[in-house]
């Protein structure tokens, strides 16, 4: 059964630093990518860092966050430094068959999603 189970999330104060997983199990394909999103209360959902299985990685947040993965785990991760009270958010990771050398983070081009985690900044 195909599932993105994710794991991290929590309450950081402005200045703090989250990790976020995101692990994935059930999938064949040997093309791929896996992105992450978030969603602010009131806003729409929105794209933050995206990696193709072969390693490209292409980021909205610049500076702040890193995605990787580890490929032994079959998990993404979402490295989030500085992290700011505009970070607050429900973030998600997502996955869709990618051939292309670069991914995209948009909403529309993922098929399945994990079941999101909570990201607070508050001092």
């Known amino acids: 059964q195909f599932q993105l189970v994710q794991s991290g999330g929590g309450l950081v104060q402005p200045g703090g630093s989250l990790r976020l997983s995101c692990a994935a199990s059930?999938?064949?394909?040997?093309?791929?990518?896996i992105g992450w999103f978030r969603q602010a209360p009131g806003k729409e959902r929105e794209g933050v860092s995206c990696?193709?299985?072969?390693?490209s990685t292409k980021d909205s947040v610049k500076g702040r966050f890193t995605i990787s993965r580890d490929n032994a785990k079959n998990t993404v991760y979402l490295q989030m430094n500085n992290l700011n009270f505009e970070d607050t958010a429900v973030y998600y990771c997502?996955?869709?068959?990618?051939?292309?050398?670069?991914?995209?983070?948009?909403?529309?081009?993922?098929?399945?999603w994990g079941q999101g985690t909570q990201v607070t900044v508050s001092s």
């Open positions: 990696i193709t299985s072969g390693g």
């Open positions: 059930g999938f064949t394909w040997d093309y791929y990518a």
């Open positions: 997502a996955i869709t068959q990618w051939v292309q050398a670069m991914c995209v983070i948009e909403v529309g081009e993922y098929d399945f």
